[in-house]
């Protein structure tokens, strides 16, 4: 049986919540940007074999399996999209909308 070697850190490396105390670096932990590194390999592979075959393969998808067709789509889309619109029953009938014309009223005591 072999045990693995334990390296002890002094509490005084240590805050009262366990984390390193700023200015000491720890054991090493992982090197900067290397969860970035492969999500954007990833990405950058999956670009380039889009741009090869996507047009076809999303044709494909559709023509042959309509559920994982629309599933892609869902899956891709904002789960919410946020849009105003105005609508003014005036301008569809091409008349001049009488709030813009009309003054404030101003009231005065008599």
Request: charged share 25%; aromatic share 6%.
């Given at each position: ?5 334990v390296t ?62 629309l ?14 619109l ?25």
């Amino acid at each position: 049986m072999t045990l693995a070697r334990v390296t002890m850190v002094s509490s005084a490396e240590r805050n009262a919540s366990g984390q390193y105390m700023k200015g000491h670096h720890g054991n090493g932990g992982r090197q900067k940007h290397s969860r970035n590194k492969l999500a954007h390999a990833l990405v950058e592979a999956l670009s380039k074999d889009f741009d090869e075959f996507g047009a076809a393969a999303v044709r494909k998808v559709r023509e042959h399996d309509t559920t994982s067709y629309l599933r892609i789509i869902q899956q891709t889309m904002p789960a919410k999209i946020e849009s105003t619109l105005e609508i003014s029953v005036f301008a569809d009938m091409n008349l001049e909308d009488p709030r813009s014309s009309c003054k404030p009223i101003a009231w005065r005591a008599l």
